[in-house]
C-alpha cells in the first residue's frame, strides 16, 4: 500500500480526488470551495490600512486561512513520507528543450536549478520568482479566483464567468511559457 | 453601476455591503462554529495539499509541459476534477443536500466583469512564471522549496496592490 501511495498518482486518481474537495466543504461547513482569497484575508488581517477592499470581518474566513495551512502541512507529509526520489518524468522534448537553458536536475517538483535564495538576486530569478508571485496575487484577485475558485468550483457550478477566466488563465500561460519564458530563461 | 456604490459607501462601508459586492467570501454558513471545528478544515487543506504534490500538479515542470501541450496529466487532472465537481454539485440540489450543521447549501453566482479577462491573463503569466497558483504554493514551501515563501510574500502584495487601485481598474 505505501509502495502504491509512493508513485506519483495518475490523473483519474487525484482529478477526481480534487474534485471531491467541492462537496466536501460544502457539506461540513457551507464552505465554497477557493484559495485564493485566503491572500485577501491575509492582507484585511494584517494590513488593512483603510482600504475598502479589506475592510470587512475577516475572522469570519479564518477557515480559509486554515485550510491553506493545511495545505503547507499536506506538502511537508507528502514529501517526507510519500515521496520515492525519483526524477520528475517529463516528455523527452522539454527535457531537450530545458537542457538548452542548463536546467538538467528533475529531483525536486520545483526545479532547484531555477528557484532558490542565490537565483533569487538574479534577474532570472527575480522575474520568475518575485514578478510571478505578484501577478499570481495581482491577477487572481483582479479575476476574482484562481485555478481552485474558478476552474474548479466555478466550472463545477456551471459558472460562465469562471469558463472565460479558466480561458484566460490558459491563454496567460500559453503566451508565458512558449514566447516570453523562453527569452527569460537564457537571460 | 457596484462601482459608484463602493465610493459612495466608502465611509459606511458595513460588512454586510462589502460581501455583498462580491465573490470572494466563502463562508455560507450562518451559525457561529467553535474555534476547534477549523480541525476540519486543517485535514480537508492536509489531504489537499497531498494529493496535490502527489500528482505532481505543484511542479513547475508539469506547468510548463501543459501550456506546450506536450502531455495530459494536467488537462486529465483538472477536466476529472470539474466533472466530479458537477456531479457532485448536481446530487447536492437534486436530492437537496444539507451540511452537517442542517443548513441549506447555497452556491453564489459568479458575476461577469473585465476582470475576469484582464485578470485571469495576468495570473495565466505568473502561473507559467512560478509554476504555481495560490493553492500550489503553499504546498511547494511545505516540500522544502523555502524560497517559494517569497513568491508567497510577493503574491500577497500583488494582492494589496489590487485592493489599493481596485477602483481605477476597469471592472
Known sequence: ?187 | MTKKTTIQNKEINTDFEVRSLDADFNNQQTTKEPWWSHIKYLVTGILFGIILVKTEVISWFRIQEMFRLQSFHMYGVIGSAVITGIISIQIIKRFNIKTLNGEKIELPRKQFSKGQIYGGLLFGFGWALTGACPGPIFAQIGTGALVMIIALLSAIAGTWVYGLIQEKLPQ
Open chain 1, 1 to 187: 500500500m505505501i509502495e502504491f501511495l509512493k508513485q506519483p498518482w495518475a490523473w483519474y486518481i487525484s482529478g477526481p480526488l480534487i474534485g471531491l474537495m467541492v462537496p466536501l466543504l460544502l457539506i461540513i461547513g457551507n464552505k465554497v470551495f477557493g484559495i485564493s482569497s485566503s491572500l485577501r484575508h491575509i492582507c484585511a488581517a494584517c494590513l488593512p490600512a483603510k482600504i475598502p477592499f479589506f475592510s470587512y470581518e475577516w475572522k469570519k474566513e479564518i477557515w480559509n486561512i486554515v485550510l491553506v495551512a493545511g495545505i503547507l502541512i499536506g506538502g511537508f507529509i507528502a514529501t517526507q513520507l510519500l515521496l520515492n526520489n525519483q526524477p520528475v518524468q517529463i516528455n523527452p522534448k522539454l527535457v531537450t528543450e530545458l537542457s538548452g537553458y542548463g536546467i538538467t536536475d528533475y529531483h525536486s517538483l520545483v526545479p532547484a536549478q531555477l528557484f532558490n535564495f542565490q537565483q533569487l538576486f538574479t534577474l532570472k530569478g527575480f522575474i520568475l520568482i518575485v514578478v510571478g508571485g505578484f501577478l499570481v496575487g495581482f491577477g487572481t484577485r483582479y479575476a476574482g479566483g484562481c485555478t481552485s475558485g474558478h476552474s474548479i468550483m466555478g466550472l463545477s457550478n456551471l459558472q460562465l464567468p469562471s469558463l472565460i477566466a479558466t480561458i484566460c488563465f490558459m491563454i496567460g500561460g500559453f503566451i508565458m511559457a512558449n514566447f516570453v519564458l523562453p527569452f527569460i530563461l537564457t537571460l
